[in-house]
């Protein structure tokens, strides 16, 4: 009995995350109430209250769904970087692209993330939240470029602080202005080429460290 109540939690906690998921999409954060949440995964009010305490929970599990598949290519950055840091660093752009592009639910939720969340004090713990991951990610994002400027990758004066500057602000800039519409180019397809023009940059002209 106790795996069926498990089961069936589970269950509910997932139905309530798409449901969230489309309305969130649909109405913008703002216009979405917990009550409108739970009703349209045919739930209570208390089902919701059992799994979230108020709508940036919500929003906090979706954007974690959201970032799993980023956490795992940064797990593989660990893995593979040390005999070719800029080779892992484009995988992993190019696959951020990409799944972008094949994923619907990932439109989603970035949609919701770049452009249905309203500066609202209830989720600004939650924006907190996804500033701490972001930073988290340029720091490691950082430390391959380091890596790469000590395998003769980039030039031995590269400034490694602004060049991920730059590549975090290609890739957010990307899915945010792609994401407003999609049918105007494959971006899956696109992908490869504009990771590697970016790459191609730094490695040809790289923002510089300030000497003297």
Known sequence: MARKTKEDAERTYIALLDAAEQLFFDKGVARTTLADIAAAAGMTRGAIYWHFKDKSAVLRALF???MLPMEAMLAELDICSEVDPLG???HMNVQSLITLAQSPRQQR???IMFHKCENLGEVMGVMDHEVACR???Q???ERLLGKAVALGQL?????TFMSQQI???FIVGTMREWLLNPTRYALDKAAPAMVDVLLAGLRASPPRLVTG
């Open 167 to 169: 590549i975090q602000n």
């Open 64 to 66: 974690e769904q959201a």
């Open 139 to 141: 720091t490691r994002v």
């Open 88 to 90: 892992a660093l484009r």
């Open 109 to 111: 939720i970035f949609s």
């Open 135 to 137: 930073d988290e990610c």
């Open 155 to 159: 030039p031995a004066d590269s400034d």
